[in-house]
C-alpha cells in the first residue's frame, strides 16, 4: 500500500488547521443566527448550493465566511480528496479488511473502467443488473409462477442489516412508483413474529422468497430463511423441488447459497467490494427492483451517479458532500453535539433515518484511527430522527427549548408525491409550511423582549422564551423520484465518508457488531440446557436462570 491514505498521519488534534478552528470557536463564542443574518441580508441565498435536482441551504449553520475556510483547509490537510480518488479507484481503503470501497461502480456507466485486483468490475455489475431485469420483468409480468403454476403476489425479502434497510426503506419511499398488485414484505428479525407476520395472510403458492445475506452465514437471515423454507414446504405440501421456484439468493458466497439448497441460477451476485450498508443499489435491491420496475431503478442509480460525479469532481467551495461532512466535524467536536437529527417532511421517507442510521452509526462509530491508536477527537454522531411532522408532537420540545446542541437536516419536497388524490394534495402546503417554520423558529427563537411584548406576565416569561441558534442545514427538492432518491443517499454516503476521511477512521468495517454475535452463540446453548451457566457474570448467569425459570425448564 503505497498510497497517501495508508501512510501514518499526523493525529487530527495536532494539526494546526484543528487549533485553528479551535480558536475560531473560541472567537465566535455565542454569536446568534440573528446576528448572522442581520449582518449579511444576501445569506440565505449566499450559502446555498445545489447539486443535481438538492438545493441545499446552510445558511442556518452556525458558520462564517472563516468558518468554511478553516474546514475546508482540515479537509486539505486530512487528505480528504486523496482518499476519495483513492476510493473512486478501487484502492484497498478498508484497511482492517483489506478491501476495495467501490460502492460507487455500482452505479458507474456501462463504459466506465474501475479495476479490482487488475480486473475491470463494470460488466460483471451490469450484467447482474441485466439478469435482475430480467427477472423483474418476470415477476411483474406474471411470467415467472410459483411451484404450482400462480403467479407471484408477494414478494418477501428475508435479511438484516444493509440486506434489509436499504430496500425496506427505499420500497417504502418509491411506493407510489410500485405496482401496485404486488406486494413486497421485509422480514429481519429473529423473533419468529416477524416471519409470522409477515407471512400469515399469504399464499404459499403466490410467494417468493428472497434471502438476501451478503456473507449468507448471518444467523438471523439463514434462521428465517430456514422457517421459510419449512412453511412454504408445508403449506405446499411439496417437496425440495419447489423451492427453485420459490426462493432466489442475493449473496457474494455462491458455496454457501447451494448449500442451504437455493439454485445458484437463481442467485444473484454481488461483491466483496461492496459493504453491507452500501449495498443496496446492488443486487441487494432486487425486491425494490422488482417493485418499481428495473426502468425505474435505473433512473434512481442514475441520480445516485451524478452525486458521485459532483463529489468526486466538484470544487470544494461547491461540494456539498464535502460541506455537510466537515459540519459534522464541527459540530461534534467544537460544539460537543453527540447527535444529529434527520427529519424528513415526507411521509414516504419514513424509514430513511433508520437506514442512515446503519449508514452512519456503522460506518463512523469508531473510537481507534486507521493506525489502530486510540482517537482523542470526537467520531461518528447518534443519528435519529423521523419524519415530520409527527415529531413535533413528540420530541420537537427538545429541539426547541431543551440543553443538548443537535444538528438537523430538514429534507422536503414542493410537489406532493404521484398519485395522490387530489383532496389529499391540499394538505402537501400545511405540510411545508411546518418545514419552513420549524427551521426558523430553531435558528431565530423567539427573545424575553418579544415574548413580554406579548403581554405574557414575566413570571412566564422564560418558559415561552426560545433561545433559537439552534443549526439547521435545509434539503429541497422539486419532488421525490427515483433519481431525487438515489441523489439524496449518495449525498449522505459521501457525507459520512467525509467524516471518516477527517477522523482517520476506516468508515468500511464494522468489527463492533463481533461480539455480540460470538456471545449470543455461546449463551443459546445455556439457555437451552443451564449447562455452562457458572461461566458467565454473576449479572448474566441470574438472568439466564430466572428466564430459564420463567419458561419452565
Ligand atoms: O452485523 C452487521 C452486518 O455485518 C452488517 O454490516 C450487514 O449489513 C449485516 O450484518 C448483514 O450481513 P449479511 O448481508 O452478510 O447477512
Known sequence: MTANHATIRTPLDRLPQWAALAKHREELGEQHLRELFAADPERGRRYSLRVGDLLVDYSKQLVTDETLVLLRELAAATGVAELRDAMFRGEKINITEDRAVLHTALRAPGDAVIEVDGENVVPAVHAVLDKMAAFSDRVRSGEWTGYTGKRIRTVVNIGIGG?????AMAYEVLRSYTQRDLDVRFVSNVDGADLHEAVRDLDAAETLFIVASKTFTTIETITNATSAREWLLGQLGAGQDAVAKHFVALSTNAEGVADFGIDVANMFEFWDWVGGRYSYDSAIGLSL???IGPERFREMLAGFRLVDEHFRTAPAEENVPLLLGLLGVWYGEFFDA???AVLPYSHYLSKF?????????ESNGKSVDREGNPVTWQTGPVVWGTPGTNGQHAYYQLLHQGTKMIPADFIGFAKPVGDLPSGLV??????MANFFAQTQALAFGKTPQEVAAEGVPARLVPHKTFKGNHPTTTILAAELTPSVL???IALYEHKVFVQGAVWNVDSFDQWGVELGKVLAKRIEPVLLTGEGAEALDSSTAALVADYRSLRGR
Open 289 to 291: 427492483m422488482i417493485a
Open 486 to 488: 438515489g441523489q439524496l
Open 338 to 340: 453527540q447527535s444529529h
Open 163 to 167: 440486506s434489509d434497510l436499504g430496500p
Open 353 to 361: 433515518t433508520a437506514y442512515l442510521q446503519q449508514l452512519d452509526m
Open 426 to 431: 391540499a394538505q402537501h402546503d400545511l405540510l
